[in-house]
Protein backbone atom coordinates (compact mmCIF):
# COMPACT_ATOMS: atom_id res chain seq x y z
CA UNK A 1 0.00 0.00 0.00
CA UNK A 2 2.11 3.28 -1.19
CA UNK A 3 1.54 5.96 1.55
CA UNK A 4 2.19 8.99 -0.68
CA UNK A 5 0.09 10.43 -3.38
CA UNK A 6 1.56 12.36 -6.35
CA UNK A 7 0.79 13.84 -9.39
CA UNK A 8 1.52 11.95 -12.12
CA UNK A 9 3.46 14.49 -14.22
CA UNK A 10 4.45 18.17 -14.56
CA UNK A 11 6.29 20.10 -16.51
CA UNK A 12 8.81 22.65 -15.74
CA UNK A 13 10.49 25.60 -18.19
CA UNK A 14 13.93 25.63 -17.82
CA UNK A 15 15.59 27.75 -15.24
CA UNK A 16 13.12 27.99 -13.20
CA UNK A 17 11.81 26.10 -9.72
CA UNK A 18 10.31 22.70 -9.68
CA UNK A 19 8.11 22.32 -7.55
CA UNK A 20 6.71 18.73 -6.89
CA UNK A 21 4.09 18.24 -4.04
CA UNK A 22 3.78 14.98 -2.07
CA UNK A 23 0.69 14.50 0.19
CA UNK A 24 1.40 11.47 2.94
CA UNK A 25 -1.57 11.86 5.17
CA UNK A 26 -1.11 8.63 7.06
CA UNK A 27 2.37 9.47 7.86
CA UNK A 28 3.29 8.34 11.61
CA UNK A 29 5.18 10.23 13.62
CA UNK A 30 8.56 8.52 13.57
CA UNK A 31 8.75 8.24 9.46
CA UNK A 32 10.71 9.75 7.46
CA UNK A 33 10.00 11.16 4.03
CA UNK A 34 12.55 10.67 1.11
CA UNK A 35 13.17 11.32 -2.15
CA UNK A 36 14.58 9.97 -4.99
CA UNK A 37 14.55 10.25 -8.84
CA UNK A 38 14.55 7.66 -11.38
CA UNK A 39 16.12 8.57 -14.95
CA UNK A 40 14.99 6.22 -17.50
CA UNK A 41 16.40 2.85 -17.14
CA UNK A 42 18.46 3.63 -14.18
CA UNK A 43 18.84 2.77 -10.62
CA UNK A 44 16.53 5.55 -8.01
CA UNK A 45 19.09 8.31 -7.34
CA UNK A 46 18.86 9.61 -3.50
CA UNK A 47 18.30 13.64 -3.23
CA UNK A 48 17.28 14.22 0.06
CA UNK A 49 15.20 13.19 3.64
CA UNK A 50 13.52 15.23 6.32
CA UNK A 51 11.44 14.30 9.02
CA UNK A 52 9.69 17.66 10.76
CA UNK A 53 12.31 20.23 9.85
CA UNK A 54 12.71 21.53 6.12
CA UNK A 55 15.88 20.50 4.27
CA UNK A 56 18.54 21.52 2.13
CA UNK A 57 21.14 20.38 0.27
CA UNK A 58 23.51 20.61 -2.93
CA UNK A 59 20.75 19.04 -4.91
CA UNK A 60 17.43 20.29 -3.24
CA UNK A 61 14.94 21.80 -0.49
CA UNK A 62 12.78 19.73 0.78
CA UNK A 63 9.44 21.83 2.72
CA UNK A 64 7.12 19.60 5.13
CA UNK A 65 4.34 21.11 6.88
CA UNK A 66 4.00 21.71 10.05
CA UNK A 67 1.27 18.61 10.39
CA UNK A 68 3.76 16.39 7.78
CA UNK A 69 0.92 15.12 6.20
CA UNK A 70 2.14 17.02 3.14
CA UNK A 71 5.44 18.02 1.09
CA UNK A 72 6.96 19.43 -1.55
CA UNK A 73 10.49 19.00 -3.44
CA UNK A 74 12.37 22.15 -4.69
CA UNK A 75 14.26 21.96 -7.34
CA UNK A 76 16.15 25.32 -7.42
CA UNK A 77 16.79 25.86 -10.96
CA UNK A 78 15.51 23.17 -13.40
CA UNK A 79 17.98 21.82 -15.93
CA UNK A 80 17.45 19.18 -18.65
CA UNK A 81 19.12 16.66 -17.03
CA UNK A 82 16.76 17.08 -14.17
CA UNK A 83 13.67 15.38 -16.02
CA UNK A 84 12.87 12.45 -14.50
CA UNK A 85 10.56 10.50 -12.14
CA UNK A 86 10.32 11.90 -8.69
CA UNK A 87 9.85 9.35 -5.92
CA UNK A 88 7.89 10.29 -3.07
CA UNK A 89 8.81 7.68 -0.04
CA UNK A 90 7.51 7.45 3.53
CA UNK A 91 10.21 4.95 5.56
CA UNK A 92 8.56 2.74 8.35
CA UNK A 93 10.13 0.91 10.41
CA UNK A 94 9.73 -2.93 10.24
CA UNK A 95 9.31 -5.04 13.85
CA UNK A 96 13.22 -6.56 12.47
CA UNK A 97 14.73 -3.45 13.32
CA UNK A 98 15.54 -2.60 9.58
CA UNK A 99 13.20 0.21 7.37
CA UNK A 100 11.11 -0.61 4.53
CA UNK A 101 10.44 2.42 1.55
CA UNK A 102 6.99 2.34 0.90
CA UNK A 103 7.36 3.46 -3.19
CA UNK A 104 4.12 5.09 -5.10
CA UNK A 105 4.06 5.65 -8.82
CA UNK A 106 5.65 9.28 -8.52
CA UNK A 107 5.77 12.27 -10.61
CA UNK A 108 6.96 12.00 -14.38
CA UNK A 109 8.81 15.70 -14.53
CA UNK A 110 9.76 16.70 -18.08
CA UNK A 111 12.07 20.25 -18.24
CA UNK A 112 10.95 22.37 -20.63
CA UNK A 113 14.09 24.23 -23.16
CA UNK B 1 33.03 5.14 -1.44
CA UNK B 2 30.78 2.39 -1.72
CA UNK B 3 29.78 1.16 -4.69
CA UNK B 4 26.99 -1.47 -5.69
CA UNK B 5 27.24 -3.96 -9.17
CA UNK B 6 24.66 -5.78 -10.83
CA UNK B 7 24.80 -8.17 -13.41
CA UNK B 8 23.40 -8.67 -16.13
CA UNK B 9 22.27 -5.57 -17.16
CA UNK B 10 20.50 -7.35 -19.14
CA UNK B 11 18.65 -10.66 -19.92
CA UNK B 12 16.55 -12.21 -22.31
CA UNK B 13 15.35 -15.99 -20.73
CA UNK B 14 12.59 -18.36 -22.53
CA UNK B 15 9.40 -19.24 -19.63
CA UNK B 16 10.40 -22.21 -17.41
CA UNK B 17 14.22 -20.93 -17.49
CA UNK B 18 16.04 -20.83 -14.38
CA UNK B 19 17.30 -17.20 -13.32
CA UNK B 20 20.00 -16.16 -11.32
CA UNK B 21 20.74 -12.05 -10.52
CA UNK B 22 24.11 -11.19 -8.44
CA UNK B 23 24.61 -8.22 -6.35
CA UNK B 24 27.70 -7.06 -4.79
CA UNK B 25 28.55 -3.80 -3.11
CA UNK B 26 31.50 -2.66 -2.36
CA UNK B 27 32.97 -0.47 0.40
CA UNK B 28 31.03 -1.17 3.72
CA UNK B 29 30.56 -4.52 5.66
CA UNK B 30 27.63 -5.88 7.19
CA UNK B 31 25.06 -3.61 4.77
CA UNK B 32 21.20 -4.13 4.51
CA UNK B 33 20.57 -5.39 0.89
CA UNK B 34 17.29 -5.44 -0.92
CA UNK B 35 15.57 -6.63 -4.27
CA UNK B 36 13.00 -4.64 -5.70
CA UNK B 37 11.14 -5.49 -9.18
CA UNK B 38 9.98 -2.32 -11.15
CA UNK B 39 7.16 -3.25 -13.32
CA UNK B 40 6.82 -1.40 -17.02
CA UNK B 41 5.40 2.16 -15.94
CA UNK B 42 4.96 1.37 -12.43
CA UNK B 43 7.02 2.03 -9.10
CA UNK B 44 9.33 -0.29 -7.15
CA UNK B 45 7.59 -2.68 -5.33
CA UNK B 46 10.59 -4.51 -2.40
CA UNK B 47 11.05 -7.97 -2.71
CA UNK B 48 13.06 -9.20 -0.30
CA UNK B 49 15.51 -8.04 1.81
CA UNK B 50 18.22 -8.92 4.30
CA UNK B 51 20.03 -7.91 7.31
CA UNK B 52 22.89 -10.44 7.41
CA UNK B 53 24.44 -13.25 5.90
CA UNK B 54 21.53 -16.01 5.78
CA UNK B 55 18.87 -14.05 6.82
CA UNK B 56 16.48 -13.20 4.04
CA UNK B 57 12.73 -11.70 4.82
CA UNK B 58 10.28 -12.02 1.93
CA UNK B 59 7.70 -9.17 1.15
CA UNK B 60 5.56 -10.91 -1.16
CA UNK B 61 4.38 -14.74 -2.44
CA UNK B 62 6.01 -15.33 -5.86
CA UNK B 63 8.58 -17.98 -7.71
CA UNK B 64 11.49 -15.74 -6.62
CA UNK B 65 13.96 -16.43 -3.75
CA UNK B 66 16.78 -14.81 -2.32
CA UNK B 67 20.31 -15.93 -1.00
CA UNK B 68 22.96 -14.09 0.85
CA UNK B 69 26.06 -16.38 0.56
CA UNK B 70 28.15 -13.72 1.87
CA UNK B 71 28.15 -10.58 3.44
CA UNK B 72 28.10 -8.36 0.33
CA UNK B 73 26.30 -10.55 -2.17
CA UNK B 74 22.97 -10.80 -2.74
CA UNK B 75 21.59 -13.02 -5.17
CA UNK B 76 18.26 -13.42 -6.70
CA UNK B 77 16.85 -16.74 -8.33
CA UNK B 78 13.97 -18.35 -9.75
CA UNK B 79 13.67 -22.49 -10.76
CA UNK B 80 11.48 -21.57 -13.90
CA UNK B 81 10.16 -18.26 -14.65
CA UNK B 82 7.25 -17.10 -15.92
CA UNK B 83 6.34 -14.51 -18.40
CA UNK B 84 4.85 -12.42 -15.30
CA UNK B 85 8.68 -12.26 -13.87
CA UNK B 86 9.24 -9.74 -16.73
CA UNK B 87 10.51 -6.39 -15.50
CA UNK B 88 13.91 -4.38 -13.60
CA UNK B 89 15.02 -5.56 -10.94
CA UNK B 90 16.94 -3.12 -8.57
CA UNK B 91 19.32 -4.10 -5.93
CA UNK B 92 20.17 -1.61 -2.91
CA UNK B 93 21.93 -1.36 0.27
CA UNK B 94 21.53 0.86 3.15
CA UNK B 95 24.46 0.95 6.16
CA UNK B 96 21.53 -0.11 8.90
CA UNK B 97 18.38 0.87 10.87
CA UNK B 98 19.87 4.48 12.88
CA UNK B 99 21.33 6.06 9.11
CA UNK B 100 19.13 3.85 6.38
CA UNK B 101 19.52 5.81 3.09
CA UNK B 102 19.27 3.21 0.55
CA UNK B 103 21.90 3.73 -2.31
CA UNK B 104 20.43 1.30 -5.62
CA UNK B 105 21.79 -0.27 -8.41
CA UNK B 106 22.09 0.31 -12.26
CA UNK B 107 19.51 -2.43 -12.14
CA UNK B 108 19.31 -5.66 -14.42
CA UNK B 109 16.24 -5.59 -17.36
CA UNK B 110 14.91 -9.04 -17.43
CA UNK B 111 12.51 -9.66 -20.49
CA UNK B 112 10.90 -13.28 -20.37
CA UNK B 113 9.58 -14.65 -23.37
Known amino acids: DAKTTQPTSMDCAEGRAANLPCNHS???????VYWYRQIHSQGPQYIIH???NNETNEMASLIITEDRKSSTLILPHATLRDTAVYYC??????????????FGTGTRLKVLA | SQTIHQWPATLVQPVGSPLSLECTVE??????LYWYRQAAGRGLQLLFY??????ISSEVPQNLSASRPQDRQFILSSKKLLLSDSGFYLC????????????FGPGTRLTVL
Open chain 2, 92 to 103: AWSRGPLTDTQY
Open chain 1, 26 to 32: TISGNEY
Open chain 1, 50 to 52: GLK
Open chain 1, 89 to 102: IVRVRETSGTYKYI
Open chain 2, 27 to 32: GTSNPN
Open chain 2, 50 to 55: SVGIGQ
